[in-house]
């Protein structure tokens, strides 16, 4: 707003700036939909609606005032809430399922210390639910991690050929598998992956090749 004001005249920033302060504060925010500073005592017109002799008019239009505002307020949460819950699946784990569980750098440094380590790794027990965003899962000791995780860490495993979604795949968190490519030549047998490299899945990859250099 001040660079509108000023304009070339950059010099003069110091003699706009109250002025673009006072038409910033007087701005109606969209919530309450009301001017925040606007006076309700101090009136030019005594022909305004806000001029009421009578102190239970007056009490009364604050109170319809207030609950206006109020009510503005409930209809713009009701609007963020359904953009932030919009495409969202609302799920719902209980204890003794099975699930994936994501391993994040921040909380898994040694397990995600190469982009080509596994993102995944499960499944792992649900041994406590401790409220819809929060599940205690029964986790190898050598982890050394609190058992505890989100909800968005978590995927239900569907059986052996249950697959993680595209998340836990190699693109995720802005890394670039593009110039990576697989060491294979015309006598050595390829191994076709389906879904995201898993430590489970690591492992049946290692005991194929196994079984074919046997």
């Not at 713009?76 to 719902?92: F, T």
């Not at 899962?137 to 697959?163: Q, R």
Request: proline share 9%.
């Amino acid at each position: 707003m001040l660079r509108a004001v000023l304009k070339k005249n950059l010099k003069m920033w110091e003699e706009c700036l109250p002025h673009v302060e006072f038409a910033y504060n007087r701005q109606c925010t969209p919530p309450p939909s009301f001017n925040p500073r606007a006076p309700i005592d101090l009136l030019p017109l005594p022909t305004s609606e806000r001029v009421h002799h009578d102190a239970k008019e007056r009490a009364d239009f604050i109170l319809k005032l207030h609950k206006t505002t109020k009510d503005n307020i409930e209809k713009m949460n009701e609007r963020y809430r359904d953009v932030g819950n919009k495409g969202r699946k609302e799920i719902n784990l209980e204890p003794g399922d099975l699930v994936w569980l994501h391993l994040r750098k921040d909380r898994f440094p040694d397990l995600r210390k190469s982009k080509l380590m596994p993102r995944a790794d499960g499944p792992f027990k649900i041994i406590e639910k401790i409220n819809d965003n929060a599940y205690k899962l029964e986790l190898p000791p050598e982890f050394g991690v609190s058992p505890i995780f989100n909800i968005a860490d978590l995927k239900l495993y569907l059986g052996e050929e249950d697959e993680l979604e595209s998340r836990t795949t190699p693109l995720q968190e802005g890394e670039d598998d593009e110039g990576i490519s697989p060491m294979l030549t015309s006598d050595t047998p390829s191994v076709v992956m389906h879904g995201p490299l898993i430590r489970a899945r690591a492992r049946q990859l290692n005991q194929q090749e196994l079984r074919r250099g046997t």
